[in-house]
T-cell receptor
């Protein structure tokens, strides 16, 4: 089984709808991240969490919210989806050892907002 | 603030030719540097990382990268390209978490 899983893998929704993307991990890592990937723009950080009680905004948090339900689960919500939120969304986890941190990525969720 | 610049959004090489993907970083402290690879319809996979132990870092699938502080570079190389190397490659830097990614370089390998 994959260490970092994302559901759904693909989603089509309409403008104005609320949707939730879910991420689960079995790596036992405290740190979790949500990124979006757009062609030519690389990965941009939306939100991150260093533990269950810690939530931080990233570079592009407007229009998104998150919930860290447990160490293993980190959900991303689009409260009212808009077409420019069409993108590939990745969840990642990491384990900090000293200053060294390596991130491990899920397979991604492809979202289309009509 | 930390940042990464990847030169060339698309690189095309012939099978068997040298692969060179360029990455320059900006960091106010000694950084940690990473290369990730993304194959079609997959997530990102760690290729290699520099954590100050050695300037020449070897990764998976025959790739390696050299940290050059004087040039603030961390270029990725492979002596002989294979068709299976066709993917998108991302350089990333971390002074402190979270990682900051470059915009990516798409590598095409021509038979």
């Amino acid at each position: 089984d994959a260490d970092v899983t994302q559901t759904p893998r693909n989603r089509i929704t309409k403008t104005g709808k609320r949707i939730m993307l879910e991420c689960s991990q079995t790596k036992g890592h405290d740190r979790m991240y949500w990124y979006r990937q757009d062609p030519g723009l690389g990965l941009r950080l939306i939100y991150y969490s260093f533990d269950v009680k810690d939530i931080n905004k990233g570079e592009i948090s407007d229009g998104y919210s998150v919930s860290r339900q447990a160490q293993a689960k980190f959900s991303l919500s689009l409260e009212s989806a808009i077409p420019n939120q069409t993108a590939l969304y990745f969840c990642a986890t990491s384990d900090l050892q000293g200053r060294e941190e390596t991130q491990y990525f899920g397979p991604g969720t492809r979202l289309l907002v009509l | 603030a930390q940042s990464v610049t990847q030169l060339g959004s698309h690189v095309s090489v012939s099978e068997g030719a040298l692969v060179l993907l360029r990455c320059n970083y900006s960091s106010s402290v000694p950084p940690y540097l990473f290369w990730y690879v993304q194959y079609p319809n997959q997530g990102l996979q760690l290729l290699l990382k520099y954590t100050s132990a050695a300037t020449l870092v070897k990764g998976i699938n025959g790739f390696e990268a050299e940290f050059k502080k004087s040039e603030t570079s961390f270029h990725l190389t492979k002596p002989s390209a294979h068709m299976s190397d066709a993917a998108e490659y991302f350089c990333a830097v971390s002074e402190d978490t979270p990682l900051v990614f470059g915009k990516g370089t798409r590598l095409s390998v021509i038979a």
